[in-house]
């Protein structure tokens, strides 16, 4: 009689099983796709080495930023990049004073637009780092070049301005303007160098 009792609960089970299993095949396979279908959505582009590309602006561009450390959001547009000997009517010897010609001063001319709700210091807010195209890191502009960037922006107002950085003129054909360096903010200009 256990026997019997046994064997009737279990093709009692595996009944039980068989049938959710053919109602649901077609719901697993659904569900599959559409948890494919919102993985793909939800992933960005990505390079061969796996890392995440983010969107490279160039000149005439205009990004918009979240500040990583702040939380709010502003414009950069970056409006034409070129090397001089000096910059807002201040020389590179400011700086820098070499006898090799090839150090210029590498001038980034920018516009910041305050977005947020709050003003704010454009300098004690946010900086700007220059690179070649293929390195991590980079040079911090020179403030004293672009003063009016010390004053408050209220919200709404922008400034234009430059960015500037002693560079040697051959040292890039291409060079990065990184803003919110290393955060998931992190925010890309490619620009060309100018006498390439």
Sequence with gaps: ??????????????????SSDSGSGEN????????????ESEQGTFDASG???????????????????YEFDYEVTVNDFYFAEEANG??????????????KLAVADVTFKNISDEAYVPHDMYSANLSAIDEDGGEISYNE?????????????????PLVYVENVNYA????????????????????NPNQ
């Excluded at 890392?51 to 450390?69: F, M, N, R």
């Design 1 to 18: 009689m256990k026997k019997l009792l046994l064997a009737a609960l279990f093709l009692s089970l595996l009944l039980t099983a068989c």
């Design 28 to 39: 697993a396979d659904t569900a599959e796709e559409e948890n494919s279908e919102t993985a």
């Design 51 to 69: 890392e995440e590309q983010k969107e490279v602006y160039s000149i005439g561009d205009t990004a918009v930023i979240t500040s990583d450390l």
């Design 90 to 103: 201040k020389p590179m010897e400011d700086v820098m004073s070499t006898s090799d010609d090839d150090f």
């Design 145 to 161: 070049f672009f003063p009016e960037a010390d004053e408050e922006l209220a919200p709404g107002e922008e400034i234009t301005g």
């Design 173 to 192: 054909d291409t060079f990065l303007l990184k803003f919110e360096m290393m955060s998931d903010e992190e925010t890309h200009f490619e620009l060309p």
